[in-house]
């Protein structure tokens, strides 16, 4: 079989939701406050993977306005009952503290690209719900149970309860069906059902580097769960040189040739400051099912393997090229924005060109207009050309390497007091988490017409160029860090930042007039 390196989907695409309809592979993954909700990414031979939709795509599936950072939609569940698909999902509208506000909402399709249905509101217990379809018709609903008080682990356990398709509401008891291993913090569930067995796939250990997927079975549905021999059907935390960190959180596939395969949650740190620049990512595992009745991945080792047997045979060279994007018809799918079901009100585009519309500052968490990528390789460059006639310092716009509130760079056009032109660069790093501004150089002033920006990231350092017209290339500031842009670095920690660095454009009007800034063009050129 051809070899896959790890990870199969490169940069922000965590807790992974896999499916198999027929021929057709689908992993659905989180996407927190970044819009439209969810990812679903499609594939015919587990090794060459395109971004197909994002079903959460209206106000009544999804209004994250007032989300804070790493909030939103987390931790999916797809799966299909033989009729229908079936999207499982959590609104995150707290994090922090005792308390965590998690809705846990279900949508349904006939087609994988939709339409959605309008959301089935299920409970608020916890997050990370799943739903499994038994052989008997039956549906039942899965969620971390969540518990606020003092004295008590807040992560108690995994409940189960049956969900009643017809009415759309969960009936009979709910029962606490698997309270973890000793690693604890139990949460992720996802069922599977195998020669009279209930197989139960947990995540432990937090999103960091403690992190773990855990396997369980029991001759019934609601228990009790006997741990696997070997306790983690995945993990690095015993390893920290493996080249994949952080696994954890996964979903069980298998082929229609009767393989079977793991995907699951991993990060790969820059060595010298232990980051994960590129967020939370999607790796693949062969497994094997032994005489004991248990699941192993494939070698002999629970550690995540940098390569994995795939039937197909991976375009690498399609990943890498350079991507090009131009403003006319819809929005490139590979573009997102923060937490506004209604985009209308921060950015169109026509005559070619994306338009923003300046409403709140960078790092707002209701509306600012910030049209962006993830970040997919360590090294890449980016570029765009920016028209704006910024009036005042209020009104800014340009080029942004985002993470969240508390942690980008931005390279801007903007304009002094008395209304001249200038470019600037400023950053919200992790050292000032109460939001406090570096500013790196002294304004520099610019003439009329359109601004080219580019930024430059290599060994995560970031360099940033402008120039006018058809002029070379300019440096303008010092080298920035890079890797800032990363859960380690973001206000949380790995435990409690969970998205990725994004690349894009960006405009804000401070004065609320709402002046408008247009970008010609988009390129994004892997290094």
Not at 263 to 289: F, I, M, N, S
Not at 419 to 441: A, M, Q
Not at 480 to 497: Q, V
């Amino acid at each position: 079989m051809p070899i896959r390196q790890n990870p199969i989907l490169p940069g922000f695409n965590p807790d992974p939701s896999i499916l198999r309809v027929g021929e057709d592979y689908y992993i659905a993954t989180s996407t927190f406050e970044w819009f439209p909700g969810v990812q679903i990414h499609h594939s015919k031979d587990l090794a060459n993977w395109d971004l197909l939709t994002r079903p959460l795509t209206r106000k009544s599936q999804l209004d994250m306005r007032g989300n804070p950072d790493s909030c939103g939609t987390w931790a999916p569940c797809l799966t299909h009952d033989g009729e229908k698909f079936w999207l499982v999902y959590t609104d995150v509208k707290r994090k922090d503290g005792n308390f965590k506000d998690a809705h846990n909402y279900i949508v349904t399709a006939d087609e994988i690209t939709g339409p959605w249905s309008d959301p089935i509101y299920v409970n608020s217990s916890g997050f990370d719900p799943s739903l499994f379809h038994d052989d008997d018709g039956k549906k039942w609903f899965l969620n971390m149970l969540w518990d606020h008080r003092n004295g008590h682990h807040r992560f108690a356990g995994i409940a189960l309860q049956e969900f009643d398709a017809a009415s759309g509401k969960l009936v009979g008891e709910r029962k606490n069906i698997f309270t973890g291993s000793p690693l604890k913090l139990v949460e992720g569930p996802h069922l599977y059902k195998r020669d009279g067995w209930y197989y139960l796939l947990t995540a432990e250990g937090g999103t960091g580097y403690e992190h773990a997927a855990t396997l369980a079975r029991a001759r019934t549905i609601d228990g009790p769960y006997e741990l696997h021999p070997d306790m983690h059907l995945v993990t690095a935390k015993d390893n920290p040189l493996n080249p994949l960190q952080r696994a954890g959180h996964g979903d069980i596939v298998e082929t229609p040739d009767g393989d079977t395969y793991l995907v699951h949650l991993t990060g790969r740190p820059t060595t010298q400051k232990r980051r994960c620049v590129l967020g939370r990512e999607t790796a693949l595992q062969k497994c094997e099912w032994r005489d004991d009745g248990w699941l192993y991945l494939a070698g002999g080792t629970n550690l995540p393997a940098s390569e994995v047997e795939v039937p197909g045979t991976y375009d690498r060279a399609g990943f890498d090229a350079e991507r090009r994007y131009r403003f006319d018809g819809d929005l490139h799918i590979d573009f997102q924005w923060l937490r506004t079901p209604e985009p209308e009100r921060i950015f169109r585009i026509e005559g070619g060109k994306l338009t923003l519309i300046g409403r709140e500052s960078i790092g707002s968490w209701f509306e600012q207009a910030l049209v962006a990528r993830r970040q997919q390789h360590f090294d890449f460059e980016a570029e765009t050309e920016v028209s704006f006639i910024p009036r005042d310092e209020r009104e800014m716009a340009g080029l942004t390497g985002y993470y969240g509130r508390y942690t980008f760079h931005y390279l801007h056009l903007t304009a002094d007091p008395d209304g001249k032109r200038e470019l600037n660069i400023f950053s919200s790093v992790v050292s000032h988490p109460d939001g406090k501004l570096t500013y790196w150089i002294d304004p520099v002033a610019i003439g009329d017409g359109p601004v080219r920006m580019k930024m430059r990231v290599e060994n995560s350092r970031l360099q940033y160029f402008y120039a006018m017209g058809s002029d070379d290339w300019q440096k303008i500031g010092p080298e920035l860090d890079a890797s800032i842009l990363s859960d380690e670095c973001g206000g949380h920690a790995e435990h409690g930042s969970f998205t990725g660095a994004f690349v894009g454009m960006a405009a804000q009007d401070l004065n609320g007039s709402a002046r408008e800034a247009s970008f010609s063009h988009f390129v994004y050129r892997p290094l």
